[in-house]
């Protein structure tokens, strides 16, 4: 993979990952990339006249001050950050969530464990048991896409999504998982809930995840 830089505007800069073959298609997800990604961003963000650097998947954005830094210079700083770093620069962040399983906290957690081919406490165990890396925030603020599931819990999101899935939900949508951060419209197959608050606006930094943490999921108890 090879990385891309170019400006977006006047106050931003770009980075993207894409294959070597190719100067217009992206890269396919490799997780060491990705936490090369995350340490750019975390050492970028210290650069005179950045106001933010917000990793995606296989890319970063840098957002700057153009009254106090000038983009040609930050965009060279940018490539000799992005050279000089490594996957194993980054030091996540771990969080443990208690959750709740099965019953109204988690209507879908049979059908999931049905189609996974699993007893409920098997598929319970296996959920908990994995330490997942948040990839990326997106969808609606604090809501952090979770990769890593493991292949035999991938599922299908749900043919009808309900219209209001309430906030700490637990869910697992395709080959990842999540958490609900506030209540909202949603698709994915709900399995259970945590009571960690995991967006508050009242603070600083709003959102509980950042792209590149950790989380584990501890089973408080499961209803059927």
């Known amino acids: 993979m090879e990385a891309h830089f170019f400006t977006l505007g006047e106050a931003a800069l770009g980075l993207q990952l894409r294959r070597k073959t190719s100067s217009t298609a992206n890269?396919?997800?490799?997780?060491?990339?990705?936490?090369?990604?995350?340490?750019?961003?975390?050492?970028?963000r210290h650069l005179d006249g950045v106001v933010d650097a917000v990793p995606g998947m296989n890319n970063l954005t840098l957002i700057f001050d153009p009254d106090k830094?000038?983009?040609?210079?930050?965009?060279?700083?940018?490539?000799?950050?992005?050279?000089?770093?490594?996957?194993?620069?980054?030091?996540?962040?771990?969080?443990?969530l208690p959750v709740s399983y099965g019953g109204v906290?988690?209507?879908?957690?049979?059908?999931?464990?049905?189609?996974a081919n699993l007893s409920v406490s098997s598929l319970i165990r296996m959920y908990s048991e994995t330490i997942y890396s948040v990839y990326f925030l997106g969808f609606q603020p604090g809501f952090a896409y979770l990769g890593d599931l493991p292949k035999q819990l991938h599922?299908?999101?749900?043919?009808?999504?309900?219209?209001?899935?309430?906030?700490?939900?637990?869910?697992?949508?395709?080959?990842?998982?999540?958490?609900?951060?506030?209540?909202?419209p949603g698709g994915w197959q709900i399995i259970g809930r945590t009571n960690?608050?995991?967006?508050?606006?009242?603070?600083?930094?709003?959102s509980l995840f950042l792209p590149g943490d950790t989380v584990q999921f501890i089973a408080n108890d499961f209803f059927t």
């Open 155 to 184: 599922c299908p999101r749900r043919a009808e999504p309900r219209l209001r899935v309430p906030a700490g939900s637990v869910a697992i949508g395709g080959a990842q998982t999540g958490i609900y951060p506030q209540a909202s």
């Open 196 to 206: 960690v608050r995991c967006f508050d606006v009242s603070k600083a930094a709003p």
């Open 27 to 44: 890269a396919p997800f490799d997780l060491p990339q990705q936490k090369k990604i995350w340490s750019c961003a975390a050492q970028v």
């Open 105 to 115: 906290d988690g209507p879908d957690l049979e059908e999931v464990a049905a189609h």
């Open 69 to 96: 830094c000038s983009g040609d210079q930050l965009l060279l700083e940018l490539q000799s950050v992005w050279r000089n770093s490594s996957a194993s620069d980054y030091a996540p962040r771990h969080y443990d």
